[in-house]
């Protein structure tokens, strides 16, 4: 929704055959989804230019704001740490990145690594690393992996593949992950050492 209304997601029940508008109160606009990833009835949202972040533990019946900590509240993407779901990463429209160690209660800031986060995924095999793509729609941002407390600047090749605007990684094998960049698909199969088309 936009133009001042609250903002509307949808939920779908019956694996997407129906679908039911759920509003979610404070937010205009357009906002951003991301699913728990254990607790099915666990969702939140985030908004780029106002509101924050929000949480609901009932499907999308009651939210709570969870900003606590977060001194930038242009919250549009959300990673959760897989061996431990109460570890959550926000990234903001304006590149900063904050960790959560308690569920979204309270949050702390580790730094911008870019002027935009489009994108925030945690290996599955390495939970202390988490990437970020900072492209995204007519964005141009580049592709960065934190770990240990630092920042690196990843460089998948020499032109339009730095431009990174998603990743994946193979939740069976480790230090193999995909990207998707302005120049097509690279994957990798060493952690992000050399990329293939």
């Not at 900003?67 to 061996?83: C, E, M, S, W, Y």
């Not at 998707?180 to 293939?196: E, Y």
Request: one cysteine or more; glycine letters at 16%; aromatic letters at 14%.
């Amino acid at each position: 929704a936009s133009g001042g209304r609250e903002v509307e997601i949808y939920r779908s029940d019956d694996g997407g055959d129906t679908w039911l508008a759920v509003s979610v109160p404070g937010m205009t606009g357009h906002a951003s989804v991301f699913a728990h990833p254990t607790i099915s009835s666990t969702v939140y949202a985030g908004y780029s230019e106002s509101g924050g972040l929000f949480k609901s533990e009932d499907r999308g019946l009651t939210w709570l704001t969870i900003t606590n900590g977060l001194t930038d509240t242009q919250v549009i993407a959300l990673a959760f740490q897989q061996t431990n779901p109460l570890v959550m990463y926000a990234g903001t429209a304006n590149g900063n990145v904050f960790r959560s160690q308690d569920g979204g209660a309270s949050w702390g800031f580790i730094g911008r690594p870019d002027n935009y986060v489009g994108e925030i995924v945690v290996n599955p095999f390495n939970p202390q690393e988490v990437w970020v793509c900072g492209s995204g729609i007519g964005i141009w941002g580049a592709f960065w992996k934190y770990d240990s407390g630092v920042w690196t600047q990843i460089s998948p090749g020499s032109g339009w593949e730095n431009v990174v605007y998603s990743l994946a990684f193979d939740q069976h094998v480790s230090g193999t992950m995909w990207i998707g960049t302005q120049a097509g698909g690279f994957k990798s199969t060493n952690g992000g050492m050399n990329w293939v088309p």
